[in-house]
């Protein structure tokens, strides 16, 4: 089991940043690939970043490249997501999310932080 707890979230202007951190715990060292993820009310989740445990490669949705920035502090078995230039289209609930060595998709999930960006 891994047990993953986000924090970081709330209300931020336009144009203004946050930083989420996704505090993870239990069976760290089989975890593959940490990912954040959103959902927007009424809407489906949607894939945000990713980044391989052990290699800190990452991946982003095409909507937030240049504007967010994904890391994990591997010792404390952290990951962050640095959001800068946010928009009002970015208010949702973030997500983070673990795959353990051999899983084809996240196998754990956060219970999520609230991010609002006004107008």
């Known amino acids: 089991q891994v047990q993953l707890v986000e924090s970081g979230g709330g209300l931020v202007q336009a144009g203004g940043s946050l930083r989420l951190s996704c505090a993870a715990s239990?069976?760290?060292?089989?975890?593959?690939?940490m990912g954040w993820f959103r959902q927007a009310p009424g809407k489906e989740r949607e894939f945000v970043a990713r980044?391989?445990?052990?290699?800190?490669?990452?991946y982003y949705a095409d909507f937030v490249k240049g504007r967010f920035t994904m890391s994990r502090d591997y010792a404390k078995n952290m990951v962050y997501l640095q959001m800068n230039s946010l928009q009002p289209e970015d208010t949702a609930v973030y997500y983070c999310?673990?795959?353990?060595?051999?899983?084809?998709?996240?196998?754990?999930w956060g219970q999520g932080t609230q991010v609002t960006v006004s107008s």
């Open positions: 999310a673990a795959q353990i060595s051999g899983s084809v998709k996240y196998d754990y």
């Open positions: 239990g069976r760290t060292f089989s975890t593959y690939a």
């Open positions: 980044i391989k445990w052990s290699a800190g490669s990452t």
